[in-house]
């Protein structure tokens, strides 16, 4: 499995010379790759059956104990086979979509690899390697929403869609490493074998928390929803295959591989119930007031994920069943109907479905197939999606805790749902034909195989459920989200009950619905000025102070000075480091005076210059002044007995001394650029990172955390490298290499200053062979042209 997935980066990258070869076939080349891996996972479905788990182990850092594993269960095969499969339906379906396009070959790059990133997540055992596939998904479905990058509408819902799922992502990481910390592995497999329980670790709250937020944002639940229905700018392929069985439910599967772990306590269930329900509602809500097809199919997501999360919610037996059949009901109509709903737009040219009519003796097939998907989304028997409502209406009559709310948003979002899926299957085939920017057709073969196969699939399990129940593999599902095994059985009829007369009322009022559906939307586009107020808006206000935030900044912090820039990294390492000193080291201050008067008069010498070199008037004078105060920091070295560091030092800061003179004739006449007040401020900036260089070498003087390696170089320095200069012996023998670098750097930065002295600039060069040439009027004009020159330089260095 390491290998498929790994493979499937370097498919990816290759993409552009198999697209060389095979030119527009090349769509159908690349569907075999997952259409084998799907192959491949059914074959491995007995197995995973019968002993529950399969984990596939590659040492990837043997010598840190670090492997690269892959889990595979009913859970992660459930979801591997609805990628790979769903997967290459849209492959087949891009290849005619597409067909043409300039960007084809970008898009099936950014396609395989977001593919082989959700197939990496769902089954890594691994923290991190999940983490890591995690946001590789959000990467990739960034580029894949801005495929068409010149429209400035995509490029912003792919920001859009990055800025959320990223800012999930960041509280992700924080919860899978508190759950590596409390749980002590860093692998599901273990985590889910341990015998201690998660729920009463004390970091439970926050790491539940950091892990809902992640998943939260991933998979659009209120109030991140917003990000979803405008991501429906990238092409019809990518809406199909993101927004149906893969990017949007990952948050889903995130929850679902936890539930065992981390679920059943009152925060979990309440906090998953009711979101889930209100993020249901919201979509279902939200949905009946657009015409853009694709948009009513992308609220009916936000719809169907809510859906989900609330399932988990009441995680009851009932309700993991429910689970299971409406994720797998889901995928396979919500695929299908967005590849209809870019047929339409594809055949027709537009999206919305008030333009359209009458389609259906143009697209008879299209029709057949939008008509079989919807009646699944609607839950009309004998359909899958039958099943799947029937069993979520069960599970939440049926809660323990909050039944009453969750059952009537159930409710309320079936109705609404049905009214979506009646304007879906009705409204563009059926009535008045409506003249549309393209005369209609039936779609080419290779757009329609895809979603006849996931609709028709969605009509044969609604008519012959048990082929699920029987080879148990929604049973492995289920039973690999709850910590016990879960008996699936599906049917079509479960007899005369509440959630069946639920269905059937709501069959009714749907259908009253969307016989007035033009009314209800012009009743409801009162409430636009409340929905301009949503979470949309507040993510909108955050961007905008931000970009304030670092106006601000760099107004005020980066504003192309280096005094600032210096004044502003010295202030913050002050206030770090030195909180850090006092609140958990807190230095020793009592030592004795032990100074000598020649040692005084040293010190004494080299403070004063330190002195003279800030209030100096005269560049000259404070170049002088800091040679004074390197020269006293030699003679330190010699008088405790390291004359090696002292002929060093001297060397140094002659040559310093040297260039700084050297440079000086280059340099404008001196300028004040301080007002007084200034020259305080910055006075008070230098004492205090004095005083923490000071409590910086006192803290390092009176704590000693491990034992010194100057005995170790004393003792061997003779014996080892037969030198007594241990100084010598650390740098040439010990450090040998840095030492190297060292000198690498420093004969850099020789042959910069050489550079800098020798060159000239090529235009004081033309100057004067200018000026040379000209006559006695001539040298009058550059002579003031020299001197406006350097009139401009002495400006220029005033003003910045």
Avoid at 189 to 213: K, S
Avoid at 485 to 490: M, N
């Amino acid at each position: 499995m390491q290998f498929a997935v790994l493979m499937g980066f370097v498919l990816a990258a290759a993409s552009p010379l198999l697209h060389r070869w095979f030119a527009d076939r090349t769509s159908l080349v690349l569907a075999l790759f997952p259409a084998l891996l799907a192959a491949w996972l059914f074959s491995q479905a007995p197995l995973v059956v019968e002993q529950g788990t399969l984990l596939f182990e590659w040492a990837w850092v043997p010598s840190l104990g670090i492997s690269l594993s892959f889990l595979l269960d009913g859970l992660s095969l459930l979801f591997a086979l609805l990628i790979t499969v769903i997967g290459t339906c849209v492959l087949v379906y891009a290849g005619s979509y597409l067909k043409g396009h300039s960007g084809l070959v970008r898009f099936h790059i950014a396609l395989i690899a977001f593919m082989v990133s959700m197939l990496g997540l769902v089954m890594a055992d691994g923290l991190l390697t999940l983490f890591i596939f995690w946001e590789l998904t959000s990467v990739t479905s960034y580029l894949l929403i801005g495929f068409n990058h010149n429209d400035i509408e995509a490029r912003k819902s792919a920001r859009q869609g990055l800025f959320v799922t990223f800012g999930g992502g960041l509280a992700l990481m924080a919860g899978l490493t508190l759950l590596g910390v409390a749980s002590g592995s860093w692998s599901l497999a273990e985590i889910r074998a341990m015998e201690g329980d998660l729920r009463e670790h004390a970091l439970y709250t926050p790491m539940l928390l950091c892990l809902l937020l992640g998943a939260f944002t991933k998979s659009a639940q209120f109030p991140f929803h917003f990000w979803l229905p405008n991501a429906m700018a990238a092409p019809t392929p990518v809406s199909a295959y993101l927004h149906s069985a893969t990017m949007v439910k990952a948050g889903i599967y995130l929850l679902a591989r936890l539930h065992s772990e981390l679920g059943g306590t009152p925060l979990w269930v309440g906090l998953l119930s009711v979101v889930g329900a209100f993020t249901m509602l919201t979509g279902a809500f939200l949905a009946i007031q657009h015409t853009n097809i694709k948009k009513l199919l992308a609220y009916s997501t936000i719809m169907a994920l809510g859906t989900l999360t609330m399932l988990l919610g009441v995680g009851s037996e009932y309700a993991l069943t429910a689970f299971v059949t409406f994720l797998l009901a889901h995928s396979l109509y919500k695929g299908a109907l967005f590849m209809v709903a870019g047929i339409l737009d594809h055949e027709t040219g537009t999206k919305d479905v008030t333009a359209m009519g009458g389609l259906r003796p143009l697209m008879p097939v299209t029709a057949v197939i939008a008509m079989v998907a919807a009646l699944s989304l609607a839950g009309v028997p004998p359909l899958f999606g039958f099943i799947g409502k029937e069993l979520m209406l069960e599970a939440v009559t049926g809660a323990e805790r909050f039944s009453l709310l969750m059952t009537l948003f159930a409710f309320v979002a079936a109705c609404l749902t049905i009214a979506v899926a009646a304007i879906i299957a009705l409204r563009p085939f059926f009535g008045k034909r409506h003249q549309t920017p393209r005369v209609p057709h039936e779609a080419p073969l290779g757009m329609l195989v895809g979603p006849a196969l996931l609709a028709v699939s969605s009509l044969a399990l609604g008519i012959v459920p048990a082929v699920l129940g029987g080879n148990a593999l929604l049973s492995a599902a289920a039973g690999a989200v709850g910590s016990a095994p879960v008996e699936v059985t599906l049917s079509l009829w479960y007899g005369i009950n509440v959630p069946l007369i639920m269905s059937l009322v709501s069959l009714g009022v749907g259908y009253w619905l969307f016989t007035r559906w033009d009314g209800l939307r012009a009743r409801l586009a009162v409430l636009a000025p409340v929905m301009r107020r949503g979470p949309e808006a507040g993510y909108e206000a955050g961007l905008n102070a931000i970009v304030r935030f670092a106006e601000w900044q760099t107004r005020v912090l980066q504003n192309g000075y280096m005094r600032n820039y210096i004044m502003v990294m010295l202030l913050i390492l002050v206030a770090l480091i030195g909180n850090s000193i006092l609140v958990r080291h807190s230095p020793i201050l009592a030592f004795e005076f032990d100074v000598r008067f020649h040692e005084a008069m040293v010190v004494g010498t080299m403070a004063m210059g330190a002195l003279f070199a800030t209030i100096a008037r005269s560049r000259l004078g404070a170049v002088v002044s800091v040679g004074i105060m390197g020269f006293s920091i030699a003679l330190t070295f010699i008088l405790f007995s390291a004359p090696d560091l002292g002929i060093t030092q001297l060397l140094v800061e002659t040559l310093t001394v040297i260039l700084l003179v050297l440079v000086l004739f280059r340099l404008p006449r001196f300028s004040s650029l301080s007002t007084g007040l200034e020259r305080v401020r910055d006075g008070a900036v230098a004492a205090s990172v004095g005083t923490l260089m000071c409590l910086l070498i006192l803290t390092g003087w009176s704590i000693e955390q491990f034992e010194p390696i100057s005995t170790y170089m004393v003792e061997n320095s003779a014996p080892l490298a037969h030198g007594r200069n241990i100084v010598n012996v650390i740098l040439v023998d010990y450090r040998a290499l840095d030492t190297l670098g060292e000198m690498f750097v420093l004969a850099l930065a020789a042959v910069g200053v050489i550079a800098m002295l020798k060159l000239r600039h090529a235009g004081s060069e033309k100057g004067a062979d200018k000026q040379s040439g000209d006559k006695s009027g001539g040298d009058k004009q550059g002579g003031a042209r020299k001197t406006i020159d350097q009139e401009g330089i002495t400006q220029e260095a005033r003003h910045g």
